[in-house]
Every structure is written in structure tokens, then in C-alpha cells.
């Protein structure tokens, strides 16, 4: 056989076999995330134990504590499909005095990409709102008393408030398991978690830490679509659900996330 012929048939196999490999599919990387909270008033950083705040009603108020649970973290692609955060049980702890609660460093590996928002419930679902969930503190300081339902409290934004006749009163604005009256005894309880969703453009960066800084306004618990008036209310609404009920409708909007960044990891 011709020697070019016999090169060029060769060169046509190797080129042939070539063509017929599979491609190997790219394995998207994995990367992690950060959420970091911030509590203000309508955009100022929270300063607590001074009155110096008012809400929408005209009250003026101090707060000196805020403790809270989120869970059931979930990120949302720009493709559509959904990651469901499994670290922690999906659930975060905030206290406003203690500070490695301020975070929550999610060890789950996420796949890296666009997304444009994120949810979580406010508050803890019915099945793991249950007495004796959390067996060690903080957490379990936050029990609801059984008589009320049990479980946990949803929040705690503890503090005081001035009312109409210039008395400085109690702030005990505590959300959790509600309860239906009649005649005096509780005939039904009523789970009062709800459902957030946060708006918000991001990366997960391949092998790197993206971060989310969540931010509550608490003022915005007491407007939208509700005034909410202390002199109404009153400063503690545990046995109220339908105080809660008004607490739940504003607290759509009450989060955001103002700003986010993504460090690779070394």
C-alpha cells in the first residue's frame, strides 16, 4: 500500500475514534454560604435600652431585647429549581445577646450559580415546634408554656413603651402558638409561623463563601398593611391570637438583604 495512503487512513481512524467519544458532563462545583443578621429601625442600626423610636401609631418604644427562630432555609435559582437548606436541622437561633448567633454558617454544599431569592419560615414549623425539641440552651429558653399550646416562642422583642397618659408600660411583644376561646377555655390552638420570601440577586461561588447580610426592620412589624397601636394592643399579646394574626400580616416585608459578597476559599 502507498505509504501516504496508508499515513492519511490512520490519521482518518485516530480522527473517527475521536469523534466518537462521549463528552465527559462538567460537574457544576459546590461553594457555601453565609447569612449574617442585622437588626435595625428603618434603616438605623438598633440601639438598645434608650426610648428613642416611635412607630406608625405614634408610640414611642425601647427595645431591649430580640431572640427569634428562622427554618426551613430554602435558595432559589434563576433556573427555577430549589435548595433546601439541611444544616442545623434548617433551623437558626437569633439572640441579640449573644453574638455567634449573629451568623449562620451553613455547612451544606450548594451548588454554585445565579439565584435570585431565598425563604424561610418565620418561627418553626408545627412538627418540630414541639416541648422538648431543644434540650439545651438558648434554644430551649425560648419555650412557649404548654398550657398555651407549647413548643417555643416564635420571637421575643422585649423592651417598654409610653403610652397616652405618659406611663412608661412593659413591652413583651412575643409571637408563638395562639389559642381560640370559649368562655374562658382554649377550645383550639393556632400555629402562627408563616412563610418569608426575600427577593434578592446572588452568586455561589465554586469553593468559596458567598455571604448575605439579612436585615430585620422592626419597625416594619408594626405597619403594613396594619397600624399596629400599643394603647390597642397592649404590651403583651401571648394569649391574643388575634394580636398575632395582625403581627403575622406585617411581617412580610419586615426582612431584606441589603448586600451580599463571595470570597473563594483558600
Known sequence: MNRSIFCSLILLSVALFA?????????PGKGKLMLSFDMQIDGIQLVTDVMNYTNAAGNPYEVNEVKFFISELKLYKNDGSVVRIQADNSIHYYDWDIENTHTWNITDDLPSGSYDSISFIFGLPPEKNISGYFVNPPENIMSWPSILGGGYHYMQINGRWRNLQDSVRGL??????????????????????????????????????????????????????????????GGSIMQNQAAQEVIKENGDDVFSVTSSSSLKDF
Not at 469523534?19 to 462538567?26: I, L, Q, S, Y
Not at 390552638?189 to 446572588?202: E, G, I, L, M, T
Not at 461561588?205 to 396594619?226: E, K, R, Y
Request: charge should be negative; hydrophobic fraction near 30%.
Open 19 to 27: 469523534g466518537c467519544k462521549k463528552e465527559t458532563p462538567e460537574v
Open 172 to 233: 413583651n411583644f412575643h409571637t408563638g402558638i395562639g389559642q381560640i376561646y370559649d368562655n374562658g377555655e382554649i377550645t383550639e390552638y393556632v400555629h402562627n409561623h408563616f412563610q418569608v420570601v426575600v427577593p434578592h440577586s446572588f452568586q455561589i461561588q465554586a469553593d468559596g463563601t458567598t455571604t448575605l447580610d439579612l436585615v430585620m426592620n422592626i419597625n416594619s412589624w408594626f405597619t403594613t398593611p396594619h397600624d399596629y397601636d400599643f394603647n390597642v394592643w
